[in-house]
């Protein structure tokens, strides 16, 4: 195991559904006259896979199970799976949040773990304080934190609030600190869940660079869940596919973003989309949420030509009074590609208990034939710190960019080895009365 970092054998988790503790006290009797005997848990035996799009017949689930995977030394791992996969299960166990049920982890090195918004921090302490308080966490000198703690504030971007309590922090904010103490504080394993998604493009550009340079120039070991399928292909070395709690696929991690685009990602051709949690990012206030995302005049079966302009129309509602806000959405190709993103200007308005709609009109876009969808957030910031997101939904409308007709053809000759982009100049939005 010399060259091993981390070695997963037999690892599974189990829960009990509906219920705080482990259930009635009969099977607290029988946990303990077992392990009294020196005995497996009996209750490890029974239990159904965690498929959380049925009911189920059983109280209780696997969160994971016969999970088995080594991760080398240097070696960025990442973790892709659907919502419910028991991907966040998997980090916890590393990170010792939580037990597995069965199995062993061996892992060789120190360990920092950013797993949730503001995780290690104490919400009544400074920025500054949240600082050395964390990196005693984990197992840092003070000497150690004191020589790395410009470096930390200057990459976080949070110097001006660094003495404030981060309890009066925005969940960028919070995010951009928790990720500067845990990648320059030199553990040799980083694992990140998919909290990143909390921080603007801008910021999520940087930690994904840093990733990569940590990993390459310093020899660390780095787990990263991600949906940015561009991501797990740009900074990965491996892939790992989890669904229902059980490994699906492990090799390349390029090899692995392509199996779980051909196996899991369902496309669609709905014309409209009413937003529920499934779309929904975690750790949003939702003080202004998405209701509704539709095609203004949509084409038949969402294939769009190059030069057909695309219009969506958004429908959010507020449960604050909000004077000057804004919207940006992202088009990614399924693949996870990104296509671009466009940032609104701070025009928006809207009142507490009040339902408004956003029409967006992109002309000229440019786009490459291919398959694509929208992943929309509303908030406010500056570019500096970031924008406060209020909600951000993913994979909501799903189109095509075809060929319609041979003088097209020959117009997007140029973009046909390229993945094309959006031309933002040319993207129009306006709040409806």
Same mark, same amino acid.
């Given at each position: ?280 990012? +975690? ?79 992109? +002309? ?70």
């Amino acid at each position: 195991m010399s060259d091993v970092a981390i070695r997963v054998e037999n690892l599974g988790k189990q829960y009990r559904l509906g219920e705080i503790g482990t259930g009635t006290i009969s099977h607290d009797l029988n946990r303990w006259w077992a392990r009294l005997r020196g005995k497996d848990d009996p209750f490890a035996k029974i239990g159904e896979a965690n498929d959380r799009t049925r009911k189920g017949e059983s109280d209780y689930v696997w969160a994971l199970r016969d999970v088995d995977f080594d991760v080398k030394k240097g070696e960025v791992l990442g973790i892709i799976g659907r919502n419910g996969a028991g991907k966040s299960t998997l980090l916890k166990i590393l990170s010792k949040v939580t037990a597995p049920t069965t199995g062993n982890i061996k892992v060789r090195g120190r360990i920092a773990a950013l797993l949730e918004v503001g995780t290690g921090f104490h919400p009544e302490l400074t920025g500054r304080e949240n600082v050395y308080l964390n990196g005693a966490i984990l197992g840092m000198t003070k000497a150690e934190i004191r020589s790395k703690f410009d470096e930390i504030v200057d990459f976080s971007g949070v110097e001006r609030y660094i003495d404030t309590p981060v309890k009066r922090y925005s969940s960028g904010m919070y995010v951009r600190l928790a990720f500067a103490v845990s990648a320059f504080l030199e553990p040799e394993i980083l694992i990140v869940d998919e909290v990143l998604a909390v921080g603007d493009a801008e910021f999520q550009k940087k930690c994904l660079g840093r990733m990569e340079d940590v990993s390459r120039n310093d020899g660390r070991t780095i787990l990263f869940v991600s949906h940015s399928m561009a991501a797990v292909k740009n900074i990965c070395t491996t892939g790992l596919v989890l669904k229902n709690g059980q490994v699906n696929f492990v090799g390349r991690a390029d090899d692995a973003v392509d199996y779980y685009v051909k196996n899991f990602i369902s496309f669609n051709n709905d014309t409209a989309v009413e937003i529920t949690a499934t779309h929904r990012a +975690r750790g949003m206030s939702r003080l202004i949420e998405f209701v509704r995302v539709e095609f203004v005049n949509p084409v038949e079966n969402n294939f769009y030509a190059v030069t057909e302009p695309i219009e969506l129309l958004i429908t959010l509602k507020s449960n604050i009074d909000r004077e000057a806000f804004r919207v940006a959405f992202a088009v990614n190709r399924l693949d996870e590609t990104a296509a671009g993103t466009f940032f609104a200007d701070e025009v928006l308005s809207i009142k507490k208990g009040e339902t408004r709609q956003v029409l967006v009109t992109i +002309r000229d876009h440019q786009l490459a034939k291919g398959q694509y969808y929208f992943d929309l957030s509303v908030g406010t910031g500056s570019e500096v710190l970031g924008i406060t997101d209020y909600d951000i939904v993913m994979k909501t409308l799903f189109f095509d960019i075809v060929y319609k007709d041979l003088q097209k053809t020959q117009m997007i000759t140029l973009w046909e080895s390229q993945w094309g982009s959006i031309n933002f100049q040319h993207v129009e939005l306006q709040q409806l009365p």
